[in-house]
């Protein structure tokens, strides 16, 4: 399979990428593996091992020198994948009335009870707000969600009944005063949970419509503004990306802009045929991409029980067996490296490892310990 291809997934194929992680037991010095092991899922294409460009996944790595039977692999350890911290911003205009409104409540209640995004901190907001005192383009007006970061399934709850609460009673779209207070407080969430990755996603059905003509001298209607508020959000520290899921009814070349002026290549567009199915879908993909593809580098290593050129990654995609997937420090092709190698605090794949595996229906990632690091 080409790589060009793990683009193509269906959208009601799109399911997104969850983290599980497993504990195995140690192996004694002349038995089995360490193996730390830690699986995604999402919907797509894919297979295991390395790329290659014809079809299926290979290696150049020497994969019979590190049998996971062999003797150096002492040492087993939980992988811990970096939180996500999602923001989702959804739009309740009048417009969103009738089936869309029933579907997205129904998608939305389905994905944060999925077992497969346990742990995924997410808070909700609804846009327009009522009006008040606070002037319609303030953006610090839309920052404080109205269901607070809580890890899933535990907020499971609270955001089903704030949706159920909530009724599509907007007399506008005010996208542009949304969006910023989101991307507002995923900065600050950013900055207040270091080394956690954080993200917003807008859900919307149309085109910016309001708040003003004017919104400290930018038109607040006009998509290069909004996408200007993305784009800076992405250019952040941490970036803080932006995710936008479009209804049917949604300005798709709007839609599209944002989301590529905030990291994210294109806007996830949801059919009419089946709402509450691609909608939930569509949630999953895009908790699948935010998910960052780093993992902790294992505590038995940073402690200095075992050295960092004696860990190796075993991988694989779509149920295919495991294979040595290369150290490639410089990331010019499939591999993984350290995302500091003079003082490593993490192990990161490389995008187009990354990539293959947001894709892939399954994801399985071990780490193997105790072996002298295969490295292209």
Request: charged share 15%; aromatic share 6%.
């Given at each position: 399979?080409?790589?060009?291809?793990?683009?193509?997934?269906?959208?009601?194929?799109?399911?997104?990428?969850?983290?599980?992680?497993?504990?195995?037991?140690?192996?004694?010095?002349?038995?089995?593996?360490?193996?730390?092991?830690?699986?995604?899922?999402?919907?797509?294409?894919?297979?295991?091992?390395?790329?290659?460009?014809?079809?299926?996944?290979?290696?150049?790595?020497?994969?019979?020198?590190?049998?996971?039977?062999?003797?150096?692999?002492?040492?087993?350890?939980?992988?811990?994948?970096?939180?996500?911290?999602?923001?989702?911003?959804?739009?309740?205009?009048?417009?969103?009335?009738?089936?869309?409104?029933?579907?997205?409540?129904?998608?939305?209640?389905?994905?944060?009870?999925?077992?497969?995004?346990?742990?995924?901190?997410?808070?909700?907001?609804?846009?327009?707000?009522?009006?008040?005192?606070?002037?319609?383009?303030?953006?610090?007006?839309?920052?404080?969600?109205?269901?607070?970061?809580?890890?899933?399934?535990?907020?499971?709850?609270?955001?089903?009944?704030?949706?159920?609460?909530?009724?599509?009673?907007?007399?506008?779209?005010?996208?542009?005063?949304?969006?910023?207070?989101?991307?507002?407080?995923?900065i600050d969430v950013a900055k207040n949970h270091p080394g956690e990755a954080s993200a917003v996603l807008l859900v919307t059905d149309g085109q910016p419509?309001?708040?003003?003509?004017?919104?400290?001298?930018?038109?607040?209607?006009?998509?290069?503004?909004?996408?200007?508020?993305?784009?800076?959000?992405?250019?952040?520290?941490?970036?803080?990306?932006?995710?936008?899921?479009?209804?049917?009814?949604?300005?798709?070349?709007?839609?599209?802009?944002?989301?590529?002026?905030?990291?994210?290549?294109?806007?996830?567009?949801?059919?009419?045929?089946?709402?509450?199915?691609?909608?939930?879908?569509?949630?999953?993909?895009?908790?699948?991409q935010a998910l960052p593809c780093e993992f902790e580098v294992p505590s038995q290593v940073a402690g200095g029980q075992v050295a960092f050129d004696d860990?190796?990654?075993?991988?694989?995609?779509?149920?295919?067996?495991?294979?040595?997937?290369?150290?490639?420090?410089?990331?010019?092709?499939?591999?993984?490296?350290?995302?500091?190698?003079?003082?490593?605090?993490?192990?990161?794949?490389?995008?187009?490892?990354?990539?293959?595996?947001?894709?892939?229906?399954?994801?399985k990632i071990q780490i193997l310990l105790g072996c002298e690091t295969v490295i292209l």
């Amino acid at each position: 399979m080409r790589l060009e291809s793990l683009h193509l997934t269906s959208l009601a194929s799109m399911v997104g990428l969850a983290v599980a992680m497993g504990l195995h037991g140690a192996c004694a010095p002349d038995s089995g593996a360490g193996l730390v092991s830690s699986s995604f899922s999402s919907d797509g294409a894919g297979s295991g091992g390395t790329f290659d460009p014809d079809g299926g996944l290979s290696t150049d790595a020497p994969v019979e020198a590190l049998d996971p039977d062999a003797a150096c692999g002492l040492v087993t350890e939980e992988a811990i994948a970096v939180p996500l911290n999602l923001y989702i911003m959804m739009d309740k205009s009048s417009s969103m009335a009738g089936d869309k409104w029933t579907s997205a409540k129904a998608g939305l209640t389905a994905f944060v009870n999925s077992a497969r995004f346990a742990g995924v901190r997410v808070a909700l907001r609804f846009f327009p707000r009522v009006a008040d005192d606070v002037p319609a383009c303030d953006h610090e007006a839309y920052g404080e969600p109205l269901v607070p970061f809580g890890p899933l399934p535990d907020n499971a709850g609270a955001i089903v009944a704030a949706i159920e609460a909530e009724s599509p009673n907007g007399a506008s779209t005010p996208v542009y005063p949304a969006l910023g207070g989101a991307l507002l407080q995923g900065i600050d969430v950013a900055k207040n949970h270091p080394g956690e990755a954080s993200a917003v996603l807008l859900v919307t059905d149309g085109q910016p419509q309001g708040p003003a003509a004017q919104c400290a001298g930018v038109n607040p209607e006009d998509p290069d503004a909004i996408a200007d508020l993305a784009a800076a959000g992405a250019r952040y520290g941490t970036p803080v990306r932006t995710f936008v899921i479009g209804l049917p009814g949604v300005n798709q070349s709007f839609a599209n802009q944002v989301a590529a002026a905030g990291g994210t290549d294109a806007a996830v567009l949801v059919g009419a045929t089946n709402i509450a199915v691609e909608f939930q879908n569509a949630l999953a993909k895009v908790t699948g991409q935010a998910l960052p593809c780093e993992f902790e580098v294992p505590s038995q290593v940073a402690g200095g029980q075992v050295a960092f050129d004696d860990v190796n990654v075993l991988f694989g995609l779509d149920g295919a067996s495991q294979e040595i997937l290369p150290q490639r420090p410089g990331c010019d092709g499939p591999g993984w490296r350290y995302d500091d190698p003079a003082s490593p605090a993490a192990l990161v794949l490389c995008p187009a490892t990354c990539e293959a595996a947001r894709g892939a229906s399954i994801a399985k990632i071990q780490i193997l310990l105790g072996c002298e690091t295969v490295i292209l």
